[in-house]
C-alpha cells in the first residue's frame, strides 16, 4: 500500500486524536487541533494508507520563520519512513514559503526522532528547562536552517 501525504481535515481529527492520545503523555485536545487547522499561517497535514489516517504532522510560521509544532506516527506503524514523509511535506512548505528556518522542541530522550531530524538536516541550538511535563524533562530545540543548504532528505532512506 502506498503512503498519501494530504492536508489535515476536521474529519480526520478523530483518528489524528486516537493517535495523539498513544504517541504522548499530553496530549493536545481535539479543539486544539481544530483551532490550528483553521488558522492562518499553519500547515497541518497526515499520512494516509488505505483510507485510514496512521500519521500527521503540522507547523506554524510567521514572517520568515517556521516551527514544528507537531508530529507523529501510529506506534503500529514506526520506523516505516512515514515520519520521514511527513517532515518533508513540512519542509517542502517551508521551502515554497520561503522561510529561513524551522525550529522545533523535541524531548531529551526522545532519540529516535532527535535522529530523524538530524538525517533532514536540524542542528540541536539549544535546550529548554523543564519545558515538558509527565515526566518533566528538557527540550533539545533543533533548527533547520533553510537559509544556508538546500538539502532535503531522500524520501526513500
Not at 478523530?14 to 499530553?26: G, L, Q
Request: proline share 5%.
Amino acid at each position: 500500500m502506498s503512503i498519501i501525504v494530504r492536508p489535515m481535515t476536521i474529519a480526520d481529527l478523530p483518528a489524528v486524536i486516537a493517535i495523539e492520545k498513544r504517541s504522548f503523555p499530553t496530549p493536545w485536545s481535539f479543539w486544539l487541533f481544530f483551532q490550528e487547522i483553521l488558522s492562518p499561517q499553519r500547515h497541518y497535514v497526515v499520512a494516509q494508507e488505505a483510507g485510514r489516517v496512521v500519521g500527521y504532522a503540522g507547523m506554524s510560521y510567521v514572517l520568515d520563520e517556521g516551527h514544528v509544532t507537531t508530529l507523529a506516527v501510529d506506534p503500529s506503524r514506526r520506523r516505516q519512513g512515514i515520519g520521514q514523509r511527513l517532515l518533508n511535506e513540512l519542509v517542502d512548505t517551508a521551502l515554497r514559503l520561503g522561510l529561513a528556518f524551522l525550529t522545533l522542541e523535541v524531548r531529551e530522550s526522545n532519540e529516535v526522532a532527535q535522529a530523524l531530524y538530524r538525517k533532514t538536516g536540524f542542528v540541536v541550538e539549544g535546550r529548554r528547562k523543564d519545558y515538558y511535563c509527565s515526566p518533566s524533562e528538557d527540550a533539545i530545540i533543533m533548527t533547520l536552517h533553510l537559509d544556508r543548504s538546500p538539502f532535503r532528505a531522500d524520501e526513500d532512506a
